[in-house]
């Protein structure tokens, strides 16, 4: 009998990775713009994602309604929580999405400059409070279970602190020089140059970040290590994150840009797998009694029948939905030419 | 102010704004299938440019329809935490749903749509804004059908405090679904008929791009007299109908009937007044109400007063937008009939008072639009889930007012910044018109 529970955690888990792995260099590419002061590469910059963001912001939002379709407890507890965090989330989110349009039909370049400058801030905000979640999320949360209801007392405070933060820049460096690495393949001398520079320094600083987190996980929350050393999924996934880290400055150099970011694909995806791994099966630890209050794959799940469904839903349309995305993203692929129907 | 209210003041404002963009973006797409279509196939050249200028205008109805569509998807779990932990289980498919069947195929070939004019063949580009459009018409489909689940809620069991999912079809296609998606898809067409028809007006008012625009104005107005007479018959009366028998009380609210009766008449115009619930001044047609409803001037129609008074919903709001929308949807078909006939003459171009009036019409049926669902929303109180959780129960205990006050002002602000830039944007790309076309392929 498979378990349909695990089967979700594995599929919201895959719908986070498919947003962290392709909005992520979306959000890279806004970071950089924030600190390109060249008109043009500015412009190379946002059309170099201007056809393909909006299908990658959908991994969001697909992910939003599968977590609340599978495990509406945690969609509701967590969201509701996070509630000042998740709203200037969604400030940061919904700047950026207009920034193209509004970008295109201005006409002065200050006009242009300004949308430039809400598209970076709106994807730097996001960058960094992606990681701010998920460092919490590590911590443990203070939810209690009284009566069978959840009672949760999460503070907008409590959301910033230093473990939480460290987290939160360690993905927008990661963010960062996914971005950049994206941009080595989109763009054309010099400014390519610059951009190897970017994924080059990110990747260092990515490095040195990645272990003062790991070192601090073990702090702070060391229940997400138990049995994890016996686990040959923790050591493939481990493995996976080194050679693809260690591949990413090899592969600058050697100018083999699409390996270079798939690896830097790979190496994203085998965080959020290695988070997913050490959390399972829980969703939501609970900081109070991690094992009694905990929200789990079973104790904030749908039912069955809502979990089946969803499997045929999601056995149907995602792979239509991998189809489409490749195709489109052939079309696209190659250097950013600009046209009039540019941004 | 109360936490459920306030909760309610964001709600109505973020779901307000949001539903201006999605129905133009879904006419506006189907229009643009058969504008691109001529285009190609017949290698039109006015076609075209249509096609291309309303592509470009769509590009940016679009944006800001995502935008603030962000928001909604998230906004469940935010504000209304005891409201998805009691219906998740059922309301969360339809969301999950419209994300992996519509919202990945309109926005990923949108970009096709937009960014591929020039990179891809005439047919694949054709193809890019037909997924557009049907995308996004799948995208209304879910979210009718989460919604319409509020309304008569159906293939579910109340278990272990929650709703549970028994029968997956029943609860897509609950008695609701189907009647509100029509409705509500044809009102979209109806918005962005009136929408081409008023800036083709507006051009020809100015003598500008005309050849262009008596193309686009011809086409929409066939087009939106179709759709406007269709809005009413049958879609309005079989979804009036739906309403009468599986929510009678929001049925009587809407119509303004307080009292019992059998012959019910229908108020044609009133003021209402809430206590004790009164129709003022009323026009009344006899027995015709309940031949509306149940194909019988003699049947008889439950009023308000046969609910207990804690389960009516606000009666002045509801009868007041049901009926505006009402008077919105028979001002469309007059509108559109009267120029049709003018077309039809070969008078319509030159008529400026037509002309005029379709300009300042077009945001008439967005206004209706906001009506209809402030009738369908509020006429639902004080059900979030009818019959089964009330509003006040819904709400996520754990966000306070300051919390909610903070967001609201963020919201208000950020959505009237956005929308002026919008319409500035919008008034700019409309004034410079579309492309010029070559004098030769005119010929």
Do not use: C
Request: no cysteine; glycine share 8%.
């Amino acid at each position: 009998m498979i378990d349909l529970n695990i089967i979700w955690f594995v599929l919201v888990g895959v719908l986070i990775i498919g947003y962290a792995v392709l909005d992520g260099f979306d959000l890279g590419v806004g970071v950089i713009q924030l600190f390109t002061k060249d008109e043009n590469e500015r412009k190379v910059n946002i059309n170099s994602i201007g056809p393909v963001w909006d299908g990658n912001e959908v991994w969001l939002l697909t992910g939003g309604g599968a977590l609340f379709a599978a495990f509406p407890i945690v969609y509701a507890t967590v969201f509701s929580g996070f509630y000042i965090a998740f709203m200037l989330l969604l400030y940061f989110l919904v700047f950026r999405a207009v920034s193209f349009e509004f970008r295109k039909f201005s006409e002065s370049p200050e006009a242009k400059r300004r949308w430039d400058l809400a598209f970076a801030i709106g994807s730097f905000g996001p960058a960094l409070l992606f990681g701010v979640a998920i460092g919490n999320i590590m911590r443990g949360l203070p939810i209690e279970i009284i009566d069978g209801k959840i009672v949760s007392n999460i503070t907008f405070l409590g959301i910033l602190n230093p473990y939480s933060l460290l987290i939160g820049i360690l993905g927008l460096v990661m963010f960062t020089m996914h971005g950049a690495i994206y941009l080595t393949m989109k763009t054309e001398g010099n400014h390519q140059q610059k951009m190897i520079n970017w994924a080059n320094k990110t990747w260092m600083g990515f490095i040195v970040l990645y272990v003062i987190s790991t070192l601090s996980t073990f702090f702070v929350a060391p229940y997400l290590f138990n049995g994890m050393l016996k686990n040959p999924l923790f050591w493939t996934l481990f493995i996976l994150l080194l050679l693809s880290i260690v591949y990413i400055p090899v592969g600058l150099k050697a100018k083999r840009f699409g390996y270079t970011f798939l690896a830097s694909a790979i190496n994203i995806a085998s965080i959020v797998g290695l988070f997913a791994l050490s959390l399972f099966p829980r969703l939501v630890p609970s900081s109070i009694d991690l094992a009694n209050y905990s929200l789990t794959i079973y104790n904030a799940s749908s039912t069955q029948r809502t979990l089946e469904t969803m499997l045929i839903i999601a056995l149907i349309g995602v792979p239509i939905v991998l189809a489409y995305t490749i195709v489109i993203y052939r079309i696209f692929r190659g250097k950013v030419i600009l046209t009039k129907d540019s941004y | 102010m109360d936490q459920v209210l306030l909760a309610r003041i964001q709600f109505a404002m973020t779901i307000g704004f949001h539903f201006i963009f999605p129905p133009l973006t879904i006419g506006l797409a189907w229009m643009l299938v058969i504008f691109e279509a001529i285009g190609w196939k017949k290698k039109d050249e006015v076609y075209a440019a249509i096609g291309k200028f309303f592509g470009k205008i769509l590009g940016l109805i679009f944006a800001v329809g995502v935008a603030s569509g962000i928001v909604m998807e998230f906004q469940f779990g935010t504000n209304w935490a005891e409201y998805s932990k009691f219906v998740g289980d059922i309301f969360g498919a339809p969301l999950a749903a419209e994300g992996v069947f519509a919202f990945f195929l309109e926005s990923t070939f949108l970009g096709l749509y937009i960014f591929g004019r020039e990179k891809v063949s005439k047919g694949t580009h054709w193809f890019s804004i037909f997924m557009v459009a049907v995308g996004s018409t799948i995208s209304g489909f879910w979210i009718l059908v989460a919604n319409s689940w509020q309304q008569t809620p159906a293939g579910y069991v109340v278990r272990n405090g929650r709703a549970e999912l028994t029968d997956f079809w029943a609860s897509v296609f609950n008695p609701s679904t189907m009647p509100r998606f029509y409705h509500t898809i044809d009102a979209a067409l109806i918005s962005a008929a009136f929408f081409v028809a008023g800036v083709s007006a507006y051009y020809l008012i100015k003598n500008k791009h005309t050849e262009v625009a008596k193309t686009s104005l011809r086409f929409a107005i066939v087009f939106g007299l179709i759709v406007s007479v269709l809005e009413v018959f049958p879609f309005g009366h079989e979804h009036a109908k739906q309403v009468a028998e599986t929510q009678p009380e929001k049925f009587a609210a809407t119509q303004g009937l307080y009292t019992s009766q059998e012959g019910a008449p229908i108020a044609i115009f009133a003021f209402p007044t809430d206590h004790p619930p009164t129709l003022k001044v009323p026009i009344e047609i006899p027995g015709l109400l309940s031949w509306m409803a149940f194909g019988d001037f003699k049947a008889k129609i439950k009023g308000i007063n046969e609910f207990p008074r804690e389960n009516i919903p606000p009666l002045f709001l509801t009868f007041v937008s049901y009926h505006n929308m009402v008077v919105l949807g028979m001002y469309f078909i007059l509108i559109m009939a009267i120029a049709s006939y003018l077309l039809y003459k070969k008078k319509l171009f030159e008529n400026k008072k037509i002309l005029t009036v379709l300009k300042w019409s077009v945001p008439l049926p967005l206004i209706a639009i906001q009506l209809g669902w402030i009738a369908a929303e509020v006429g639902r109180q004080p059900w979030i889930v009818y019959h089964l959780m009330k509003t006040k129960d819904a709400v996520s205990f754990t966000v306070g007012t300051g919390e909610l006050l903070f967001s609201i002002i963020l919201f208000a602000l950020i959505y009237i910044l956005l929308g002026s830039i919008f319409l500035v944007l919008l008034f700019k790309k409309i004034k410079h018109g579309p492309e010029p076309i070559a004098k030769e392929a005119l010929q």
